[in-house]
């Protein structure tokens, strides 16, 4: 940019909370009027540039001054832009009040959607395929039957070892004990645990 040439004008936006951002004055203070704030002088120029004294080399004092001037109207058009984008989001989050949209249906369809990606990237894919091979292999196959085998044996030995045991406290009410000790919690509680070791 020049140093002889203007930069164009900032726009300039009201804090006026009830802007209509469909209206062709949108931004614009009372009755399509310039902003009060912008009338307002910046003291010092942009973040008191003007109080130092010392400039870059090279720089004279009147670039420095159109490059303060520059600082301070790039500053309020973010300061605007700022206020722009705060009633967009306003009027966005209105919006999807009015069709129901709520923070938890956002998150619940962005949830859903991150699963489907999730179900047709080519990791998800290649891991599927991966396992679906594995479950089809022999070596697959062998180990469950013989797991299932195993399962079946020990169940059968722990049948075997309740009946046995159920056998011997059978046996041991016709000895002749006190009724004192066959009646005693110790034992019921021990005879109701083989009871059921026998039936499971």
């Given at each position: 940019m020049d140093v002889g040439q203007a930069c164009p004008p900032a726009p300039t936006l009201s804090l006026d909370p009830d802007i209509n951002l469909n209206s062709p004055n949108k931004g614009l203070g009372p009755a399509g009027g310039a902003d009060p704030l912008t009338d307002v002088p910046v003291e010092g120029g942009a973040?008191?540039?003007?109080?130092?004294?010392?400039?870059?080399?090279?720089?004279?004092?009147e670039e420095?001054?159109?490059?303060?001037?520059?600082?301070?109207k790039v500053e309020e058009e973010i300061s605007t832009l700022r206020q722009v984008l705060l009633a967009k989001e306003k009027h966005s989050a209105e919006l999807k009040r009015k069709l129901g949209l709520s923070p938890l249906n956002e998150l619940k369809q962005n949830l859903t959607k991150g699963w489907q990606d999730v179900q047709t990237s080519n990791a998800y894919l290649t891991a599927s395929a991966t396992l679906d091979e594995i479950s089809r292999s022999e070596a697959y196959k062998k180990t469950q039957e013989t797991l299932s085998v195993a399962g079946q044996k020990t169940t059968a030995a722990l049948s075997t070892m309740g009946t046995a045991l159920s056998r011997k406290l059978g046996d041991m009410r016709a000895l002749p004990f006190s009724n004192s000790f066959r009646n005693s919690p110790t034992f019921k509680s021990f005879e109701d645990k083989v009871g059921n070791m026998k039936l499971g």
């Open positions: 973040m008191g540039v003007s109080s130092i004294n010392t400039l870059p080399p090279g720089l004279t004092e420095a001054e159109e490059i303060r001037s520059e600082l301070v």
